[in-house]
């Protein structure tokens, strides 16, 4: 069963969708796209809005662009994994500098996350 989340969320994540960063889209059509595990983009989950979410392994994957280094910022990052941790949700945090250089690392993280959390 889908956390619950906020009904005022759904048209926000439709334009987000439409309006993928170019890291989003690297990682979405280089590697989460199709997957057997289902994943979804700009999904609403509790009262936030996630880069990608996969139900079936009960994970998340945030891409952090420079406006996440500011310590308010990084607040509410803490803040947001915490209420999705407290749903049963991963989250996983990459930095767009991550996808652009070390974009098969990152794939490998995801992989080895998907894979651990397919067996619990």
Not at 45 to 59: H, N, R
Not at 73 to 84: I, N
Request: charged share 30%; glycine share 8%.
């Amino acid at each position: 069963m889908s956390p619950a989340y906020d009904q005022r969320n759904i048209k926000p994540a439709r334009r987000l969708r439409a309006n993928m960063t170019p890291w989003e889209r690297k990682l979405w059509y280089g590697h989460l796209r199709g997957r057997p595990e289902h994943f979804r983009r700009q999904k609403p989950i509790g009262g936030y809005i996630v880069d990608f979410s996969c139900e079936q392994a009960k994970l998340v994957i945030e891409l952090d662009g420079g406006g996440h280094y500011h310590a308010d910022q990084h607040e509410r990052d803490v803040a947001r994994d915490a209420d999705l941790t407290a749903l049963g949700m991963l989250v996983l945090r990459f930095s767009n500098r991550d996808v652009d250089r070390n974009f098969e690392g990152v794939c490998a993280v995801i992989d080895a996350a998907v894979e651990q959390r397919m067996r619990q």
